[in-house]
């Protein structure tokens, strides 16, 4: 029997209204990378507004299947090195997935004059459903304690979030250098 999804709202082809909301940071003509990409809902936002798009995932059976996305099979945990070592992009967006480890990794990943954006639950989520492990959810700050020493911070959110569903979510979005 196959594992219980850890989210469950992966199949959601909408992209994030907070991708969506800072899409605009991510310069003109630069390539975005689109961590633990799944269904590549913001993979195929950001090929559709005309950037090249690099989609990794341990699962790129949806990912091939996107016209003009580059779809790189990882595993990103289980102590496998970082895919992508010294590639920066003009964005890097992760939504729904938390793997610590990760964290450097993708701070260094962020071009000089490209931004992060990273949405994910936050601890206490568990009220309103899944993900309820703490190993998946934020603790207070924790985008901010991650990632502001090496990038700008432009928007930071925690809290309480109705749509697409009631959760709790944390949400960041950093730029590496001078505003844009
Ligand atoms: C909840 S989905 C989020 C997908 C997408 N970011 C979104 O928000 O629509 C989590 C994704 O993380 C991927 N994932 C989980 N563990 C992984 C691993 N060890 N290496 C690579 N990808 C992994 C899953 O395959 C899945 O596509």
Wanted: neutral net charge.
């Amino acid at each position: 029997m196959q594992d219980a999804p850890r989210f469950p709202h992966a199949h959601l082809a909408e992209p994030s209204s907070w991708v969506v909301a800072h899409a605009s940071l991510v310069p003109a003509g630069g390539t975005v990378l689109d961590v633990a990409a799944g269904g590549g809902r913001h993979a195929k936002f950001f090929a559709d507004r005309g950037h090249r798009v690099t989609a990794i995932d341990r699962d790129i059976g949806a990912l091939i299947a996107l016209a003009g996305i580059d779809a790189q099979r990882a595993d990103l945990e289980n102590g496998k090195p970082w895919p992508l070592p010294g590639r920066q992009f003009a964005g890097v967006v992760v939504t729904n997935y938390l793997h610590r480890p990760l964290f450097s990794a993708l701070a260094a990943s962020v071009a000089p004059g490209g931004v992060l954006i990273y949405e994910t639950f936050a601890h206490g989520n568990g009220q309103y459903g899944k993900p309820d492990n703490p190993d998946f959810l934020l603790n207070d700050n924790e985008l901010l304690d991650a990632f502001a020493r090496d990038l700008r911070v432009v928007a930071y959110m925690h809290g309480y979030v109705d749509s697409p569903r009631p959760a709790l979510v944390q949400r960041i979005a950093a730029v590496r250098g001078a505003a844009h």
